[in-house]
């Protein structure tokens, strides 16, 4: 028994090696067909039992939480038009900014705006939440933000025929005219200077890498700190959010001899979600660009 915990760990990293060449394959493929349906019909779900994961003693707190979190955030238009995942995630990524940077003044521009691009932003199904809380949240006075999401792997087709870009696009439309999604490698995009960037759960691991159907080549995790540091302004803040311990310790170390200082990590665990337990380990940390 003892054994069979890092066997399990090695054969999983075994059999996720050798996906490597056909997600070098497949992501040529889609990458080169950019394939896609036209924006997608977002769904919705009814909201009425979006806490039955949680023990019933919880509930009355839960809802308390997110009519608080919409009512502040602005969040009628998404609680109409998302799964309870999707509505429960946004919820879950507001409660851990608020954790994380409710005390910090979110820094902006000289015109009062706050620029920021999220890295990785995969479907983008929480682009409601992040735009919100960049203009809302924080300390000090409401703000314009102005929010891109950059995604590498935008071509990716999902089950109705609609690319994830598609998706991303719909999710950034429902967040309103000031968040903005473009498909592409953020170390490579011409992006100017922005007073806040975020990350969430960029790989700093091979396996989780090539789980998630990208090919070795994009494993640059150095590369890409050094990219997301050198887009925030000298006084912005850069956001990074991981899954486990181990991985914010890696970020730290990536980080290292860069020119950011760390302000802040914490625990950004959340009950919220349906799959709370998975969420266990997440850490995420500010740091400010000097
Ligand atoms: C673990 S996923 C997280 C997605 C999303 N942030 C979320 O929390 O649901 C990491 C994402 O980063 C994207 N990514 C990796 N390297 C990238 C790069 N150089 N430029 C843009 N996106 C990248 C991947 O394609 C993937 O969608």
Not at 29 to 48: C, F, M, P, T, Y
Not at 78 to 88: K, P
Not at 98 to 119: F, H, M, Q, T
Not at 123 to 133: E, G, H, I, K, P
Request: glycine share 8%; aromatic share 8%.
């Amino acid at each position: 028994m003892a054994d069979s915990v890092p066997m399990a760990g090695i054969v999983k990293h075994t059999l996720a090696m050798l996906r490597a060449p056909q997600n070098a394959v497949a992501f040529t493929v889609r990458s080169r067909v950019r394939w896609s349906r036209g924006i997608a019909e977002l769904n919705n779900e009814s909201k009425e039992r979006l806490f039955d994961h949680l023990p019933t003693p919880r509930w009355a707190e839960a809802e308390a939480e997110e009519s608080s979190l919409r009512a502040r955030y602005g969040l009628d238009a998404l609680r109409g038009r998302s799964t309870c995942v999707a509505y429960a995630e946004n919820l879950a990524m507001l409660a851990s900014l608020e954790r994380l940077c409710g005390e910090l003044e979110l820094p902006v521009g000289g015109d009062g705006a706050l620029r920021a691009v999220d890295v990785g932003c995969g479907a983008f199904a929480y682009a409601t939440a992040l735009q919100r809380f960049l203009a809302r949240g924080g300390r000090g006075p409401a703000r314009q933000a102005i929010l891109r999401g950059v995604e590498i792997d935008g071509h990716g087709v999902y089950r109705d025929g609609h690319s994830r870009a598609d998706y991303a696009r719909a999710h950034a439309a429902l967040a309103g005219k000031e968040a903005h999604f473009q498909v592409g490698d953020f170390t490579a995009l011409p992006i100017p200077e922005q007073d806040l960037v975020t990350m969430w759960f960029p790989f700093v691991e091979r396996f989780s890498l090539l789980q998630w159907g990208l090919p070795l080549s994009l494993f640059d995790p150095r590369r890409l700190m050094q990219r997301a540091v050198a887009t925030v302004r000298v006084g912005g803040v850069l956001l990074v959010a991981n899954q486990t311990e181990s991985e914010a310790a890696q970020v730290v170390s990536l980080l290292r001899g860069l020119p950011v200082k760390h302000l802040r990590s914490t625990s950004i665990a959340s009950d919220l979600v349906p799959y709370s337990a998975r969420t266990a380990g997440r850490i995420g940390s500010l740091w400010r660009r000097v």
